[in-house]
């Protein structure tokens, strides 16, 4: 083997392990990118869902709750309460059946009437627990006296001196059609997604395969940490020893848990091929950059041939005019390096790119999660205080439903822009979800974080968010260490805060009062 072939060898050789490189971290970005995707897309589809069906049992309350003010006057008018009981059927496809009943629990009239309850005394979980508790009550799922799974939704009836008289409630039938089941089936992802429901006691209300609806699922950490009121996302195995990514939320009314998952291996189905299309993308540049090489090593060859050539003719007069023409050997060796350099330049910047994708929100160009990890850690080590500012933008669905996606998108957008007019360069800005974000302001006092707060605020009030003509945001303060030395939890205590705010009418800022309270 001669000096151009070893080149050649080793420089190919170099160029497929850098590239090989490129490609699997890539890969590892990539497959890590789409499941951190799927799991805030689960989490998030299932907060949605538990709000609305939250929403749900306040509306339905509020109707069992009007019409036990309008029975009251006339609870021994049996007719008029057959009459309201089958308007309140037939207004709304709420409930699988209502019925009203005594102190005694005993049914004074029921729609449809083919129950033939009236009359009977109902010994059933939910007639127990409404008549024993007399208050608002949506019942835990239990078998009815016909034999379906139901949840009992009964509201008190009193009369005019507070006095009790019995309840009026519906039912839901957990395996039959019917409003709530609708709502929960109505699933707008196309790509393998799934959602279940469980009780308190780990039991399914809602399944896609209606045959699961009733049984107790056991030793699936989602459903461990949703029955007890976290919301939050994980990676699990599923009773079917399926690997899931699962998003969760409870309905705080019911202490029901929704769950939103799809399978891990669909998630990364489509992985290679896009990897399979970034090996196309890249092998054009590849090319040229191995015909380069070639000829560099072709040109690095000649003058040591003619060196080695003239090696053999040291006695001849011409020889040191030869090796003095050749004297350019170095000339090509810098010529090698830069060629080297530049293959190794185009792929570095491939792995620059990749790595600011990771750290970049892609709608926005703030930071993500990881950037925000990076900052904390870094103040962490540094013991750098600052204050955080958890936003979002105050009924952003509205803007979605009434504008579409894309008005929403260019919204945050515009959102972003005027956030980084209001802050300082220096201060670190990140997309923490679909309409939440995180200003971290390093070596800021509270009060000061309320002033930027408060100009933003006021000029996202008076802004033209194009095409929705007004938005308003919320803003919750917190402080490292004033609201609390733990670094984790201070994030949280800022969306405490903004919840604040949403609660006392959106459009303001809270500081928490920990930090106020300070000199």
Known sequence: MDLRRLILALTIASALISLANTLYASYQVQRQQLIDAALERNHAYATKLAASTEDFFDSVMQQLGYAALVVAGNFNDKRFLAAETERLFLQTDSFNSIAIINSRAEVLATSPQSLNLVGMQLQTLGATQSISSRRPLISQPYLSTAGNLVVFISHPVNDAHGNYLGAIAGTIYLKHENFLNRLLASHFYEDGSYLYVVDQHRRLIYHPLNERVGTTVQGNPAIDEVIAGISGKKQIVNSQHIEMLAGYATVPASGWGIVAQRPREAT?????????QVLLNSLPAAAISLLFIWWCARQIARPLKQLASGARTMDQPETA??????HSWYYESSELKKAMLLGIGLLQKNI?????DAHTDPLTGLGNRRTLDQALQTW???NTPF???SVDVDHFKRVNDT???EAGDRVLQQLARHMRECARERDVFCRVGGEEFLILLPRTAPDVAQQVAQRLRLLIEQADMAPASHVTISV???HWPGSTPDLARVL???????????RLGRNRVEVHAAVLAQP
């Open 403 to 405: 504008y579409g996606h």
């Open 321 to 326: 005019e030869e090796i003095q023409r050749v």
């Open 352 to 356: 620059n790119r990749l790595r600011h």
């Open 476 to 478: 919750g303060i917190a």
């Open 387 to 389: 204050s955080v500012m």
């Open 492 to 502: 949280k205590t800022a969306d405490e805060m903004l919840y604040q705010a949403k």
């Open 380 to 382: 962490e080590l540094e």
């Open 268 to 276: 990364l189905a489509a992985l290679d091929a896009l990897m399979l």
